[in-house]
């Protein structure tokens, strides 16, 4: 049996800072070291409030007592989105494997120097896109490598959230708003499968809210050489939210709808393929809990015992076309 892999965690304001953190403490694989918040406020508000995964952790008090200690191969990344990109130079700058939670900031030149930096060093950077290992993404993008769907010539996601006033002050910080912060779930599937788009063309509007400076309802057209994707976002639909993906080629169709608890997915085909019926079948999805397959995936490949699911040039890529969308990367 191999021995835990040593990780720590830097930043605790990423919307998924607790989720990760629990899951990293429930694995058998991983031990935690302790957690870094820079803020010493929210650390002391975390530290005394009984409340796990935070009573269950040792705190650091600087980030040099797990950037120098050799024994941690690894740090989640888990900093607010404005302060995560310049953490994560810092853990790969240590030598340290990296779950960086998503997206990776604004400035794309800086990160493009931080992933090169770890391919250098034979170090992993691997993004914290939660439905990676989702059965239903991973099922319709393995139709679509199969060929089961035909040639693929368009993808629909619709990922839309609701947020409070407080959230929506913080994400307004950002260019593009909600479609900065939540978009790169969708974009890291569609560029999965479609690969780099050729343009991009977004609507980032203010229709719902009064925030000032933010961005609640928006539109993504990526455009390939045969193919398109929109991703719609807005950040005030009902709850629940209806999300929905849908995969449409020369063959059959796929949809998924809701994704998260996942519903069956519609799979439609023009003939009998793969073992599955021409028309409509629905296929049932199993339903994991979130990070759980990602932080699994993260560990075999620190220990060597497979590859990395996604390579670091699509990282880039997905964190290029998420810039590109909000205006902040060039075509």
Known sequence: ????????????????????????????????????????????????????????????????????????????????????????????????????????????????????EARSSGLLVQMGYMFRYHRGFMRICDWVRSGLLGKVFSVRAHMSTHLAAPAQEAIARHRGGIFYDLSGHMIDQIVWILGRPERVTTFLRLDATSTAGFVDNTLGVLEFDSAMAFIDIAATESRPMARRFEVYGSGGSAIMEPFEPAGPIRLCLEESSLGYSSGVTMVEVENRPRYVDSLSSFVRAIRGEKGPDRSLDHELVVQETILRCVGAASE
């Open 1 to 116: 049996m191999q021995p835990s892999v040593r990780m720590a965690q830097y930043g605790t304001k990423h919307a998924h800072a607790e989720g990760v953190l629990a899951v990293m403490l429930a694995s058998p694989d991983v031990e935690v070291t302790g957690v870094y918040e820079p803020d010493g406020g929210r650390r002391r508000e975390l530290e005394s409030c009984g409340r796990e995964p935070w009573s269950r952790v040792c705190w650091y008090g600087l980030p040099s007592e797990f950037l120098d200690d050799r024994s941690i191969a690894a740090v989640a990344s888990e900093g607010a989105n404005w302060e995560s990109l310049s953490q994560t130079e810092a853990i790969v700058g240590a030598g340290k494997h990296v779950f960086y939670d998503k997206p990776a900031g604004e400035d794309f030149g800086l990160f493009e120097g931080i992933v090169e």
